[in-house]
């Protein structure tokens, strides 16, 4: 059944991943949705997501979502713009970080401009730094 999941299809985050394994994306789709004049169409996230490879496939690290790298079903997304994350941040290059530590990538891979960080995002930061994770 559909609302179902078996043991086996639960997805844990890692304890820690290091920077080294990780690469950034983005998901693109072919939407079954119906457009009166040009047939399917394609759609695509501006987020980039964190994946870590697995064979042929890229796995999410949040959601552990395996996604290919080309498209092969409608409304299935497919990751795009593959980079690994230290070619994108090379001061990351061999660090390794706890899984809160994950959320705060996300959020600053995909900060918009330069927003100054407030409250929690600066406090965190400041600790996951001096504890050189």
Known sequence: MFGKRKNKDIYIMKERY???DLYLARL??????NVD????????TEIKYLFEKEGERYKE???????????KHFNLPYAI???PL???????????????GM???FNNVNKKG???EKGFQKKWRVIINERNL
């Open 81 to 83: 713009d593959i980079m």
């Open 28 to 33: 693109k789709w072919v939407s079954s949705d």
């Open 114 to 116: 330069k927003q100054e």
């Open 37 to 44: 004049f040009s047939g399917p169409m394609n759609k695509e």
């Open 18 to 20: 290091n920077a080294d």
């Open 103 to 105: 959320l705060l990538l």
């Open 61 to 71: 690290i949040f959601t552990g979502y395996e996604a290919d790298i080309i498209e």
């Open 86 to 100: 230290t070619e994108v941040h090379e001061d990351l290059k061999g660090k390794n970080f706890p899984r809160l």
